[in-house]
């Protein structure tokens, strides 16, 4: 790679934060909410810190240590892309909980008066009364680390105690180490976790306003429609021969349209969210309008007259009479639909149940929320008894069902591999800590493990790593007393938890590539059992430097192991035995070195390779094609889940294979209208590969019979879909017969073709 392609992702990730910028200040400037401009003013602001710190030589972009002064340990704070803003997550103002103990303790409101008074006897007593409770919360790890010193000094630690105090003491002014105070202990999430939480759920339904449209057509119909039949009878009393005003209107009738002007103008000012009334041009406006001529006295012009014998014509011709059959049953029916109770009502009703569950879990038991409107709670509120909750409600509700991870995929609570990712650190908190004999020590890295994962990833370059959670210092001084719970072994847990989730995460989303953060956990879990599976990342083509991390060639040789001879080898035109004598080789010249290799430069120059001619300049594409065969050679992590892991998903391989397929169509379908098809394509490029890994571990007999209905399921979408996947079905059905590509992934003419997702020159799908 030239110094200019080296160069090229540094000047990327600069011109990254002022393209952010740009779209705050367009965002805060123009939006038509007020909220989402506030929001885009404080996303500016962070923004422009950014930049300045970054000029001013504070941040180090693409470092695991991006702000100068700070220990890779503390957590940053950290922007969209991964750019660190300069700011401790930890640092900035004292928080509530911090005043409020200072003002108890008795000391200044200080960080280092209050870092100063928990390393006194009183301090101690404090903490340890936190951890015999379990009543505080974790909201950042550094949170957790007096904690820890306090059950390091009451278990006889007294050394490590001080060395971490040390490593902790010259940032006791910047940063908050105190734990915030809970109500009660954090649930058990070692079988059940949640997605949100009912304060979550609670906060939801507050947002929630009533819907204006719907509003007004309620007004409509239980006001205005009931009004407006009242002024059609009161004209038809005129009426002769079909014709309004061809009697002559009568003291009485005059007196009663008198009342019912009256009745108008209080119905006006009272309900105001429709205005069709007040058009002059509708039929209510109009008989309103000629019903005030009358009364006042004077004659309707002709014009007027029209309009009325009109509005009274058309009324009748389209609802039928006041008091016929038709009429009265299109009423009634109007008339329960107005009584229906609102969203708004049953959010209400919904907020009154959620108040005696605690706020800061999930909910275990959800049906008896979800029951109809009961009798008492109609008299309370004024509901009527037996109403439905509708599922806009129920929804919000089941979001913070707390069962366990697969029920909530079953039940649609998690809807995607990236959801599933996020809820996975409750259960791996839970994991990790299990090999902690001491219960308050276990809840203490459970917390801090939990908050640890909101720590989002930083931008890296060369290679480096992002920080894991046994670098913190609290954590690493707390490493000896590690002793396994009776019956569980430090490892079988881990490897238990590590299978099941790889099950779980292949046969919910199979056609999806597992997501970083998700891939992450399984790393930690990896290292908890000592398994040296080698889990790999998605790499990001915009900043991709061009090499590799060993794991990757590992991952490969893995692959090799599993898919050698296989449908999966002979469609991407691999050869795994070559993978595995470039494995061999750069495993003897590692163990020639004082140090381990931190690139893998064969496999590197093999994926360049495979990947096509490059370009003369750098290329985010380019970059895009090598790494997507790093993926097809490793599989992205789905051999290792297999191989290592021991993964067996329930539904089998062949279905697997037809679900990626459908995810592929579906991804393909939104190719047509998409003026950005690029990122789509390679999302169904994705789904194509994994279907090719889930059926080569088929016996070839049901490869067959899978591959025969996957013409039957494409011409189930739009016909453009059949038409765009006709080249990749074409090379299937070829290498199937014992047919190859040629170099550049075509055959037969051009209408066989390897389907892949990035390419330098236009893709053959579009």
């Not at 020639?592 to 290799?597: D, E, M, V």
């Amino acid at each position: 790679m030239n110094d200019n392609a080296e160069q090229q992702p540094l000047i990327v990730a600069r011109s990254f934060p002022e393209g952010q910028l740009a779209k705050a200040f367009v965002t805060a400037l123009t939006h038509a909410d007020a909220g989402t401009r506030s929001r885009a003013e404080v996303r500016g602001q962070r923004w422009r810190e950014v930049l300045a710190a970054m000029a001013a030589g504070r941040l180090s972009v693409g470092s695991r240590t991006p702000v100068v002064g700070l220990p890779p340990w503390v957590t940053p704070e950290v922007m969209r892309g991964g750019f660190a803003t300069g700011t401790a997550s930890a640092g900035g103002p004292l928080q509530t909980h911090e005043t409020e103990a200072a003002r108890g303790f008795g000391v200044p409101a200080e960080r280092r008066a209050l870092f100063a008074y928990c390393l006194t006897e009183p301090g101690l007593a404090w903490l340890w009364d936190r951890l015999d409770s379990s009543s505080y919360e974790i909201g950042v790890p550094e949170e957790a680390a007096l904690l820890t010193m306090a059950w390091l000094v009451r278990h006889g630690q007294t050394s490590a105690a001080l060395d971490l105090v040390a490593e902790l003491e010259p940032f006791a002014d910047r940063l908050r180490f105190l734990p915030r105070p809970a109500d009660g202990p954090a649930p058990d999430t070692a079988e059940a976790v949640h997605r949100h939480t009912v304060s979550d759920a609670v906060d939801t339904l507050i947002r929630r306003r009533p819907n204006a449209a719907v509003e007004t057509q309620r007004e409509a119909l239980a006001v205005w429609q009931p009004f407006g039949d009242e002024l059609l009878v009161h004209w038809l009393r005129t009426a002769r021969g079909g014709q309004v005003l061809e009697l002559a209107p009568d003291a009485g009738w005059l007196a009663h349209g008198e009342v019912l002007l009256g009745r108008y103008r209080l119905l006006a000012a009272e309900h105001t969210l429709c205005t069709k009334h007040r058009d002059t041009k509708e039929n209510l406006g109009i008989l309103r309008g000629a019903l005030e001529e009358v009364v006042a006295g004077r004659p309707l012009e002709a014009r007027r007259l029209g309009l009325l014998r009109h509005a009274v014509q058309s009324m009748v011709r389209r609802r039928g009479l006041p008091g016929s059959a038709a009429h009265m049953a299109l009423r009634r029916c109007q008339a329960e639909q107005a009584a229906l109770p609102s969203h708004h009502a049953l959010a209400q009703l919904m907020l009154r149940r959620l108040a005696v569950l605690p706020l800061e879990t999930g909910i275990t038991r959800v049906a008896p929320l979800l029951v109809p409107v009961s009798k008492e709670e109609s008299q309370e509120t004024g509901l009527p008894a037996g109403a439905v909750v509708p599922a806009a409600i129920s929804g919000v509700v089941e979001s913070a069902l707390s069962a366990p991870l697969g029920t909530l995929v079953e039940k649609g609570v998690v809807p995607s591999a990236e959801v599933m990712a996020e809820l996975v650190p409750q259960l791996v908190a839970a994991t990790t800590s299990h090999v902690y004999g001491d219960k308050t020590l276990r809840s203490v890295m459970a917390a801090n493990y939990r908050a640890f994962r909101n720590r989002r990833s930083l931008l890296l370059l060369n290679l480096e790593r992002q920080v894991r959670v046994e670098e913190l210092p609290w954590v690493r001084a707390v490493s000896g007393p590690r002793s396994a719970l009776p019956g569980a072994s430090d490892g079988e847990g881990a490897l238990s938890v590590l299978r099941q989730l790889g099950e779980l995460a292949v046969q919910a989303f199979p056609g999806t590539i597992l997501p970083n953060p998700l891939v992450r956990e399984f790393g930690v879990l990896d290292r908890q059992c000592d398994l040296g599976a080698p889990f790999v990342e998605e790499l990001a083509a915009d900043i991709f430097m061009g090499t590799f991390s060993p794991k990757f060639l590992k991952a490969a040789r893995v692959a090799g192991g599993l898919l050698g001879g296989t449908l999966y080898e002979r469609y991407y035109g691999i050869d795994y035995a070559a993978i595995r004598n470039l494995a061999i080789i750069e495993t003897g010249e590692a163990l020639t070195r004082s140090y381990g290799p931190r690139t893998s430069p064969g496999f590197a120059q093999l994926c360049a390779h495979r990947a096509g001619p490059a370009p003369r300049s750098w290329s985010v594409a380019a970059n895009g094609a090598v790494i997507e065969q790093a993926q097809i050679l490793t599989t992205h992590n789905l051999a290792t889940l297999v191989s290592r892991v021991g993964i067996a998903p329930r539904p089998g391989w062949a279905d697997l294979a037809r679900r990626c397929f459908v995810t592929a169509c579906r991804q393909t379908s939104r190719v047509h209208y998409s003026p950005r098809p690029l990122g789509t394509i390679k999302d169904a490029a994705y789904a194509w590969r994994q279907m090719m890994f889930h059926l080569s571990l088929c016996p070839p007999q049901q490869q067959r019979r899978v591959i025969a209905g996957l013409n039957d399921e494409a011409a189930r979408h739009p016909t453009h879909v059949a038409t765009r996947l006709a080249p990749a079905l074409t090379g299937l059905a070829l290498v199937i017969e014992g047919g190859i590509f040629d170099s550049d992934g075509t055959a037969d003419d051009g209408r066989a073709r390897r389907f892949t997702g990035w390419s330098t020159n236009g893709h053959w799908m579009q």
